[in-house]
């Protein structure tokens, strides 16, 4: 038998190279080469490659384009990210830190499907609990094929038995499966033709075609190749739920990504009870949709209209807060800034949850450069509340406004907001959607807001008095003559 070849495979793009380097040359990653074994190339694969027939080639406009039928879930927040609910066919990988809710969660949704499925097997109609969306939703898409399967390689069945009684699921009818070797789970999804199938967790899952480790690079990336054929080929919708890195990165290779159709990410803080699922990539419908989940006893809760939740309760203002309207999908949230500055050593830090670091550093030396504000010597730290990550521009002004008013020790005045994107020459620029944001501020009771030019509405809305500023120094300006 010829001798095991290795070779360095990269964790973060799969790509391969006969020797150790420390920097990847495929995406150029640092000190991501582990040492795998290199597995055997069949030799048939190229050799007859230029006797194979031609495939056929069809005309787009031929080609009949059929609308993807979905099946919604009944989770109307899950629903919401994955553009309707899930799709014949479908992969969608689903990530997020240890003990978030993925596994939960997906119970749950399997959980309703099948009820729906059998609900429908009775009596012809769309699954119980489950709100069809409007167009795109077809009774006899998914829920045509055979119920549902949750493969768990974490977990033993005992464990999800104990899972679905805490979470109230008593009687439920889903299939649960307790294996991790890809060969026999594929033939298991091939006899009982499920619908819809999880997969918890990818990392777990193994192929004995290859000699490297679960969770490797290879094993993961063939896993999810395999089970990806599968769903296409026989129409059932997979979830992959998958680990992520340290650094909040999908574990894994970056090809997974590409693989799948859909990609959701679970963010949220694990002590609060609130979890935010993100659609990062999604084939079938619009991303940076977001579903806000409330976790309970009974399990993760949809909250249909969560534009509060992410405030604190202060009683009265208090210096270093500014509450900033963000846009998430469709939906406006309102989102409590919070920073803290202290003086600091001789070398200050500056510290950021929820926000870019890089950003707060460039927020900093606008501040300085032009409103006059130095926070050389201080310690800063930013916070947005509640766990939730903040990646639009439109979070500059609050941010800004949240630092000016903790170095004063001033609190901002009662029921204020702010909003806007500061440019490098200290210019205000207009969020997206800025009539939107103003509205759900006034709605929740908000009297004051500070806004780019361009975003004050040409009408007044009603309770909100709007201060309208080209430049930071005019909104600094703005909040002096306020206090
Ligand atoms: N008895 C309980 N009562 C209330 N909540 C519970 C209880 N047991 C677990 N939980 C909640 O469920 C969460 C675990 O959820 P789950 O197992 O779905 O996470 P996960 O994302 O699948 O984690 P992992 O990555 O470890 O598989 C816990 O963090 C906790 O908040
Ligand atoms: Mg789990």
Not at 300 to 309: E, Q, R
Not at 351 to 367: N, Q
Request: overall charge neutral; aromatic content about 4%; hydrophobic content about 40%.
């Amino acid at each position: 038998m010829a001798k095991d070849k290795t070779i360095y495979t990269c964790t973060e793009c799969g790509g391969t190279n006969p020797k150790w380097l420390g920097k990847c040359p495929h995406c150029g990653a640092w000190n991501t080469l582990i040492e795998s074994v290199a597995e055997s190339q069949s030799p048939v694969k190229n050799r007859f490659a230029s006797l194979a027939k031609p495939s056929e080639v069809a005309t787009l406009a031929d080609i009949e384009a059929t609308d993807m039928a979905r099946t919604p879930t009944g989770h109307e927040e899950l629903d919401r990210v994955l553009g309707g609910g899930i799709v014949e066919g479908g992969v969608v990988l689903i990530g997020g830190d240890p003990g978030i809710g993925k596994s939960t969660l997906l119970l749950q949704a399997l959980d309703s499907l099948q009820r729906g499925f059998d609900a429908s097997l009775s009596t012809v109609g769309p699954p119980q609990g489950a709100k069809a969306p409007s167009g795109g939703s077809d009774p006899h898409g998914v829920g045509k094929r055979g119920g549902t399967l949750y493969v768990t390689g974490e977990e033993s069945g005992a464990q999800v038995a104990l899972r679905s009684r805490r979470l109230g699921l008593d009687g439920s009818q889903v299939k649960v499966l307790a294996e991790i070797q890809l060969e026999k789970i594929l033939a298991t999804l091939e006899a009982t033709r499920p619908a819809v199938a999880v997969i918890d967790s990818i990392q777990t899952v193994y192929s004995e075609q290859l000699t490297s480790a679960p969770g490797s690079v290879a094993q993961v990336r063939e896993c999810a190749a395999h089970l990806t054929r599968a769903a296409k080929a026989s129409g059932v919708c997979i979830i992959l739920v998958g680990h992520v890195t340290k650094e909040g990165a999908l574990a894994g290779p970056r090809v997974l990504e590409h693989m799948v159709d859909t990609v959701l990410y679970f963010e949220g803080d694990t002590h609060s009870s609130f979890r935010l699922v993100r659609a990062i990539k999604n084939r079938f419908g619009a991303v940076n949709e977001i579903g806000v989940f409330a976790m309970t006893e009974k399990g993760l809760k949809g909250v249909s209209n969560p534009s509060a939740i992410f405030l604190s309760q202060h009683s009265e203002p208090v210096p270093g807060s500014c509450v900033m309207v963000t846009l998430e999908g469709t939906r406006p949230l309102l989102v409590e800034i919070q920073a803290l500055v202290d003086s600091g050593g001789p070398s200050p830090r500056r510290l950021s949850v929820g926000l870019d670091r890089d950003r707060l550093a460039m927020l900093l030396a606008v501040l300085h450069r032009h409103a006059g504000i130095a926070c050389m010597d201080q310690d800063v730290f930013v916070n947005a509340v509640g766990g939730v990550r903040i990646s639009e521009p439109a979070a500059d002004l609050a941010v800004m406004l949240a630092i000016t008013s903790s170095l004063r020790g001033k609190p901002l005045p009662k029921g204020f907001i702010a909003f806007g994107e500061v440019g490098l020459a200290g210019e205000v620029r207009p969020a997206p959607r800025g009539q939107e944001r103003l509205k759900e501020a006034a709605k929740l009771g908000f009297s004051v807001a500070v806004v780019p030019k361009a975003n004050a509405p040409k009408k007044p809305i009603e309770g909100l008095t709007i201060h309208a500023i080209e430049r930071v120094e005019q909104a600094i300006e703005v909040v002096r003559s306020l206090a």
